[in-house]
């Protein structure tokens, strides 16, 4: 797609995705959402910037190795789990914290953050690699408008 109105909308629209899926991400931790739904939602902002930008400027505009992404975001969800075990409750007990900060106020964090954290940047590298490797795998369009060819004997 090479249309002007496609990527000056899609760079909004990108932008917007990414927020919104941030703020899936952190009201996960105490209501429906989280990690996964976010993750989903930071792909379609990703995604978009392939379909608007073509791969090369996507690559730019997000330069991660997400491989690397899906192994930090595994390590930190299987850590957390380990985490309870540590403190000798079972395998993926959350925790919870609340902080008192002078000018933020009360803050309450949960270990639940954490996970949803690692799932989030699973999914994220999951779907992004996949795009990546059917990109790479796709054959070279078609020129759209061939030279004609001259009309043989056997045509008519």
């Not at 989903?40 to 392939?50: N, Q, R, W």
């Not at 491989?67 to 985490?83: E, R």
């Not at 106020?105 to 949803?116: E, I, K, N, R, W």
């Amino acid at each position: 797609m090479n249309s002007l109105l496609v990527r000056a909308s899609s760079t909004l629209a990108i932008y917007i995705s990414l927020a919104f899926s941030v703020f899936l991400l952190l009201r996960g931790h105490n209501l429906p959402g989280g990690g996964f739904i976010g993750g989903m939602m930071a792909s379609t902002g990703i995604v978009l910037s392939y379909l608007a930008f073509g791969r090369h400027k996507a690559e730019r505009l997000f330069p991660f190795n997400f491989l690397y992404l899906i192994s930090f975001g595994l390590m930190l969800a299987i850590l957390t789990g380990f985490g309870a075990k540590l403190l000798g409750l079972p395998f993926l007990t959350s925790g919870f914290w609340e902080f008192e900060f002078p000018v933020i106020g009360h803050v309450a964090l949960s270990s639940v953050l954490a996970f949803d954290i690692g799932v989030y940047l699973v999914v994220v590298g999951t779907v992004v690699t996949i795009l990546q490797s059917l990109a790479q795998d796709a054959p070279a369009s078609p020129k759209r408008n061939p030279k004609p060819q001259p009309a043989t004997e056997e045509d008519a």
